[in-house]
């Protein structure tokens, strides 16, 4: 998206997620429930329902990929397209990511995308999975993380790209990255969003443990800015969002760049090494075990 400076903030897809998007509804609007004009109009795609208030300036981005909202190629994909359609509509200013699904804001990475795969896959995954990241990273909009349920890894790098989080008060709801328990290791990327986030030695505990915290812990290692009662996060999250709304946006957009252009920018640097560590790491047999008992494990908890 182009800055009144002419910087050009977020970077352009490298992917072409058009393609897997063929025979879905992307795109379609719809009217929002006893909606009437343009403003209260929905639009999105199979699994990201955004609702505009082009009054406000303010969307609300939810997904739903039932059951817990993992993150398959497609919800990226899809993720991806929404967010650039709301950057490139001068009306919009901020966006409000929450879950349509109850009680998971995202389980993370889809493991079935990364289980029993070729490596083909895992890389084009993984390329997604990065591209989501930059762009919400970099996003010129304001992003606000409505947390309505549990946000682990994946769901938490999700989480910590958007400006600021606000977490339902539910012990069940706990939110972290958990990757060393499923044997597996957080890029550099992510280590590097977690520390600028909670510091240096709270990422250095919390990642080698995969700590997954719950709301007043979280709230007590910065990773969450508000910690409300469920029925309040959404209200929560539009007066947080009308906080960063009052800044003019330039500054806001240069400093929130200035901020964060460095970490984005070693991604960038290194994007395909990136890719080759995930697809070699991933599709080693030791891993492979490893997240197939994991998903058997999640499987037969059920119930
Ligand atoms: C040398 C190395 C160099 C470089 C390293 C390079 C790369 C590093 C490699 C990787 C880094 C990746 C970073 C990110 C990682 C991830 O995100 S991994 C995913 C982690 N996620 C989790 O651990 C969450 C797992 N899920 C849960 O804990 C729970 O499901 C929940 C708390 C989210 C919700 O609980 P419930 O509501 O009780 O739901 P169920 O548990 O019954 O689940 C319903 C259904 O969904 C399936 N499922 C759950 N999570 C996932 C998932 N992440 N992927 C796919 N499927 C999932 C679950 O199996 C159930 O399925 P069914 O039984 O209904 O078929």
């Known amino acids: 998206m182009a800055l009144a400076s002419g910087v050009r903030f977020a970077p352009r897809a490298l992917l072409r997620p058009w393609a897997l998007l063929r025979g879905t509804t992307l795109g379609r609007t719809e009217p929002a429930a006893g909606g009437g004009g343009d403003g209260a109009r929905r639009f999105g795609s199979q699994r990201v329902l955004v609702e505009p208030d082009a009054a406000s300036g303010v969307a609300v981005m939810k997904l739903r990929n039932p059951p817990v909202n993992a993150l398959s190629l497609e919800l990226l994909t899809e993720l991806v397209i929404s967010l650039e359609k709301l950057e490139n509509d001068k009306t919009f200013r901020g966006i409000i990511l929450t879950s349509d699904c109850p009680r998971v804001f995202c389980a993370g990475l889809d493991l ?5 795969r070729n490596p083909a896959h895992c890389a084009e995954y993984w390329k997604a999975m990065q591209e989501l990241w930059l762009r919400m990273y970099l996003s010129s909009l304001v992003l606000v993380a409505a947390i309505n349920g549990a946000c682990p890894a994946g769901g938490c790098i999700i ?4 400006d600021c989080r606000v977490l339902a ?34 990422s250095e505990q919390a990642l080698q443990l995969g700590s997954l915290f719950p709301p007043a812990e979280a709230l007590q290692v910065g990773l969450v800015d508000q910690v409300v009662p469920e029925d309040q996060v959404q209200s929560t999250a539009l007066s947080e969002m009308a906080r960063w709304l009052a800044v003019p946006d330039h500054a806001r957009q240069l400093t929130k760049n200035m901020m964060r252009k460095a970490t984005a920018d070693r991604l960038l640097r290194q994007r395909d090494a990136d890719t080759q560590n995930f697809v070699s790491f991933v599709c080693r047999d030791s891993i492979q075990k490893s997240l197939q008992a994991y998903l058997e494990k999640l499987r037969q908890r059920k119930g």
């Open 112 to 116: 079935t995308e990364i289980c029993g």
């Open 159 to 162: 989480a910590l790209s958007c």
């Open 169 to 202: 008060d539910n012990p069940k709801y706990r939110i972290g990255l958990n990757e060393t328990l499923l044997g597996i290791i957080a890029p550099f990327w992510l280590k590097d969003t977690y520390v600028n986030t909670i510091g240096h030695r709270a």
